[in-house]
């Protein structure tokens, strides 16, 4: 029994590692395109300053669909009630 009297259910499990299949499917979705805004890839492959997206560097424009994934993964994840 754990301090709140209730059973404790062997083995624990990490609540860092996700139970279910949407939440390793978040979770891999999520790491794979975090990559993409990482300097490795930014320094390489998304650092161009022209062309141009409606007078915008291509970079920020790259980083903004980047960051826009990343979120819509996070409210995926939390419709899906991972």
Do not use: C, E, K
């Amino acid at each position: 029994m754990d301090d709140s009297g209730r059973p404790t259910t062997w083995p624990l499990r990490s609540h860092w590692i996700p139970r279910t299949r949407d939440g390793r499917l978040a979770t891999l979705a999520f790491l794979a395109i975090f990559l993409l805004a990482l300097p490795p890839v930014t320094h390489t492959l998304l650092n161009r300053v022209h062309p141009t997206v409606l007078s915008v560097p291509f970079l920020f424009v790259a980083l903004l669909a980047v960051y826009t994934a990343l979120i819509a993964v996070l409210l995926w994840a939390l419709r899906r009630g991972v």
